[in-house]
């Protein structure tokens, strides 16, 4: 059965990366104790194995230390705390190297399963844990009962392990007892390491199934129901009301630039009524004349009111109009198959500038501007 969310929807999407990647950051990792005890006790064996010999050495003299009087502390009680600490002190040094083994173990272990990673999240206090709610739950619910089934089958197969190794090294523990004390020591040190192999092959059998459980499992509490898959796209991509506010606002700035670019056309070429075209040419700066300002309808109306207000030439040429605004986009150089009609316009343009009444030359007047074939509809 999927598990529900705070919206009261089932789980029932795969966690997306981003999820994935604020559980990783909140310390939330998949971990197996029974792999840390396998190794833990794994290290242990191999540490006794290895220097065996040196910590029997050491566990000897300290022995000896501890077990021969001093007769100057003897009559002084003041003397027994401090004497009392440099013994366990002693003993702490001797097994330090193995303390070491198991301490790297237990470091590994975490690493082993789902990485090198360290959280400040994780460190901070969070009083949910402290909720009895959830607490019943972790112990009546699917992670309780796992739990249980984990702890029987761990004493089951660690006592079954041990059991047989003892079982079968039973003669040979009551013989240690006739043995000299180096002797006993170094052949109970054999029976240790295989004992702590047996534990670790019990484990390590514990440990192959909770694994892929724990990996399962993390990722189960991180399913996420649609309402929060969609929160979770709409917070990465921004929310359609956001997005679209945006896109107005760059359309208001980009529509606030292009009327500010009127005044400097050298042309407006209109349809009359429905489309809008500024061209502007600088034959120094510019290889073809270039559309600083387009609009239909309304932006279109906008713009003829500017260049009237700013006395730019506006000349009515529809089939050029829509041509230019369906085929150049704001900012671009009109295209080569337009050259010569918008070539005809300024040059009706130049005309009319050089044009004065009263010298005998008629007023000018705009050819009909031709288009090749396949332009003049949108």
Same mark, same amino acid.
């Given at each position: 059965m999927a598990q529900e969310g705070e919206d009261g929807q089932e789980k029932t999407e795969q966690p997306t990366e981003k999820r994935l990647r604020d559980a990783r950051e909140k310390g939330q990792v998949p971990r197996s104790r029974e792999l840390a005890t396998a190794l833990i006790f794994l290290a242990a064996a191999g540490g006794l194995a290895l220097l065996g010999t040196r910590l029997s050495i050491g566990a000897l003299g300290w022995m000896r230390g501890a077990l021969t009087p001093d007769v100057a502390r003897m009559g002084d009680l003041r003397r027994l705390p401090a004497h009392f600490g440099e @013994?366990?002190?002693?003993? !702490?040094?001797?097994? !330090? /190297? @193995?303390?070491? !083994?198991?301490i790297l173990a237990a470091v590994v272990a975490p690493i082993a399963l789902s990485g090198l990673r360290f959280s400040q999240k994780a460190l901070m206090p969070d009083f949910k844990r402290l909720s009895p709610l959830a607490g019943l739950k972790r112990i009546y619910g699917r992670e309780g009962a796992v739990e249980l089934l984990k702890a029987l089958l761990r004493v089951i197969l660690i006592g079954t392990a041990a059991s047989l190794v003892l079982w079968g090294a039973y003669a040979q523990l009551l013989g240690l007892v006739n043995q000299p004390l180096e002797t006993a020591a170094g052949e109970g040190l054999g029976l240790t390491v295989i004992l702590l192999l047996a534990m670790t092959l019990a484990t390590a059998l514990l440990a192959g199934a909770d694994v892929p459980y724990q990996l399962w499992s993390h990722k189960e509490k991180l399913k996420m129901s649609r309402q929060e898959l969609r929160d979770e796209m709409k917070e990465s991509e921004g929310s359609p009301e956001v997005k679209g506010r945006v896109r107005r606002l760059q359309q208001e700035i980009s529509q606030r630039r292009m009327m500010e670019a009127v005044p400097g056309a050298d042309v407006v070429v209109v349809n009359p009524t429905h489309y809008a075209v500024a061209l502007k040419y600088d034959a120094k700066a510019m290889g073809a004349p270039r559309v600083v300002a387009r609009g239909v309808d309304e932006i279109a109306a906008a713009i003829r009111t500017v260049a009237i207000g700013n006395r730019v030439p506006i000349v009515e040429a529809p089939p050029l109009a829509r041509a230019l605004y369906r085929d150049v986009r704001l900012g671009q150089e009109i295209p080569a198959p337009l050259y010569a009609a918008v070539a005809q316009v300024l040059s009706y !343009?130049?005309?009319l500038k050089a044009w004065k009444p =009263?010298? =005998?030359? /008629?007023h000018p007047t705009l050819p009909k501007v031709e288009l090749p074939e396949g332009y003049g509809e949108v």
């Open positions: @013994l366990l002190g002693g003993l !702490l040094w001797q097994a !330090l /190297p @193995l303390m070491l !083994l198991c !343009l130049y005309q =009263g010298q =005998g030359v /008629p």
